[in-house]
């Protein structure tokens, strides 16, 4: 990837909508910019990185090294040299610097080190709001140094003296009221089930159920609440109908638990994620299950993969052949590799697909058994279902996948040239597969990556209908016995 010429402060002015008091009191923030907010600030900072020894450990380690200066997908979308990794960092590191470190106290020109003043908290909420948490950075890093923790610390702090993000903050006041990050209420979510039964039989021939609420269902299955109705999620949520429907397994959704997103994990709050988890909890031991499957989003399946088991475990209700939390994509490639599904790749035929790895899922979780089975995985059932697939350029996909642009918490339309400029390197990479390979499809399982994907891939000349949910390419393939 070529690395651009430096436009400095070309970005100072990208930041999203300041969230208000009705959006962050019920989440246990000020309801705006507190006074005295600088000292509040530094003393949240200490209190976070006396916390988390990994937080000390990234603000102490930095070398200067380099390494992640290009590696950033918002730097090179942007030029802006404040989006290199290191620079992010250091708009945290140089407050961090001033007063907690000796040499920071008595010489602070000397070390960089910066007062918490309004100019710092502007340049705070402008660049960790282009910092997708994407973790792809720590990857090029010798020392590991983790910007998306710097990053969720930084907004951590600004929510903490009441400057947070309208969006983030706005969602998870509906996920605590209502269950779901779009307020989609429980009739609401019935009529939409109902619906998708209907088109299915229409389309199938076979009572596919898509059930809500059902006590002493095998499965409760959590999903984005984008499935629900937007494309192509929604394509992906038929065909988990349809791998339960062909595998006998009887599952259920829940209104209590209509949103396997989790934007606690974006704002860096504890307190929210954990009460957004609990729901899931809730709702598991109201309804009986004996296993849990999230559905296709990639944060979630962080939050779920690394958080769940401390923030809401035990799960020794459950069934323990089936260890909380399992993919959805597990959940099939267990299926398929029992030879328990039957595909007719052929429907697929119009297709030569590639599939986009999503950050969280690549760098902050796994999938089955097997080392890397989280890149495996998906692309199994991809080629299981489908004749023609390619994968992108190996620098682009795997670990060291660009993020699609829009994840961590700034799918909002007043980012949306961030979002574009920042998807810059993965649309590259995927006009390279599609000139070498003639691919049409791009596939994914992660909500996020499927929204902002359909929003820019017009802005590079490419059609919103080739992002596909992988479990829409096995909704596509499946054969269903119409007796079962
Ligand atoms: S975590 Fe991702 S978005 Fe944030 S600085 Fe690193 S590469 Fe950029
Ligand atoms: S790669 Fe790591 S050590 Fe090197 S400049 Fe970047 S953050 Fe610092």
């Known amino acids: 990837m070529k690395v651009p010429h430096l436009e400095p402060d070309s970005m100072v002015g990208s930041k999203p909508y300041v969230s208000k008091p009705e959006h962050n009191t019920p989440l ?128 951590e702090v600004m929510d903490s003296i009441g400057q947070g993000q309208k969006y983030t903050n706005e969602i998870l006041v509906k996920v605590h009221k209502i269950g779901n990050n779009l307020g989609l209420p429980g009739p609401a979510l019935a009529n939409t089930l109902e619906g998708l039964e209907e088109d299915v039989k229409e389309d199938t021939g076979v009572d596919v159920k898509y059930p809500l609420d059902v006590k002493g269902a095998e499965v409760l299955l959590v999903t984005p609440s984008a499935d629900f109705f937007a494309e192509p999620h929604v394509d992906g949520l038929i065909g988990y109908g349809k791998v339960f429907h062909a595998a006998g397994v009887s599952w259920t959704l829940s209104t209590h638990a209509s949103e396997a997103g989790n934007f606690g994990m974006f704002v860096g709050s504890s307190a929210n994620l954990h009460k957004i988890a609990m729901r899931i909890r809730e709702a598991a031991l109201d309804l009986g299950v004996k296993r849990i499957v ?127 400029k920042g998807a810059m390197p993965r649309m590259q990479a995927l006009k390279d597969v599609i000139e070498e390979h003639g691919v049409t499809h791009m596939a994914a399982i992660c909500a996020i990556c499927k929204a902002q994907f359909t929003k820019i891939v017009p802005y590079y000349k490419l059609p919103m209908d080739m992002i596909q949910s992988v479990h829409g390419l096995v909704s596509n393939a499946i054969v269903l016995n119409a007796k079962q």
């Open 28 to 155: 246990g923030f000020p309801g705006e910019l507190v006074e005295g907010w600088e000292q509040k600030a530094v003393t949240k900072l200490g209190e976070l990185v006396s916390q988390s020894r990994a937080l000390q450990v990234f603000l102490d380690s930095c070398v200067k090294c380099g390494a992640c200066t290009d590696k950033c997908h918002y730097y090179l979308g942007t030029s802006d040299p404040k989006n290199m990794p290191v620079a992010r960092q250091d708009l945290l590191r140089s407050v961090y610097r001033r007063h907690f470190t000796f040499a920071g106290k008595f010489f602070p020109k000397l070390v960089g080190a910066r007062d918490m003043t309004k100019e710092v908290l502007d340049e705070w909420y402008s660049y960790f709001h282009q910092c997708s948490q994407c973790r792809r950075c720590s990857v090029y890093c010798p020392y590991g140094i983790d910007t998306a923790e710097i990053s969720m610390a930084a907004r």
């Open 294 to 420: 999230v559905g296709e989003c990639g944060h979630a399946w962080r939050v779920a993969y690394s958080f769940w088991n401390t923030l809401i475990g035990p799960f020794d209700f459950l069934d323990p052949r089936y260890p909380v939390p399992q993919h959805i994509c597990e959940f099939t490639y267990d299926l398929i590799q029992k030879g328990a599904l039957k595909f007719d790749k052929s429907a697929n035929d119009d297709k030569v697909v590639t599939f986009h790895d999503s950050c969280n899922v690549a760098r902050a979780s796994r999938m089955g058994n097997m080392p890397g089975g989280q890149f495996v995985i998906p692309r199994e059932i991809i080629k299981a279902t489908c004749n023609h697939f390619h994968d992108m350029a190996p620098e682009t996909i795997g670990e060291g996948t660009f993020c699609c642009g829009g994840g961590g918490g700034i799918l909002t339309d007043e980012l949306i040239d961030l979002r574009i």
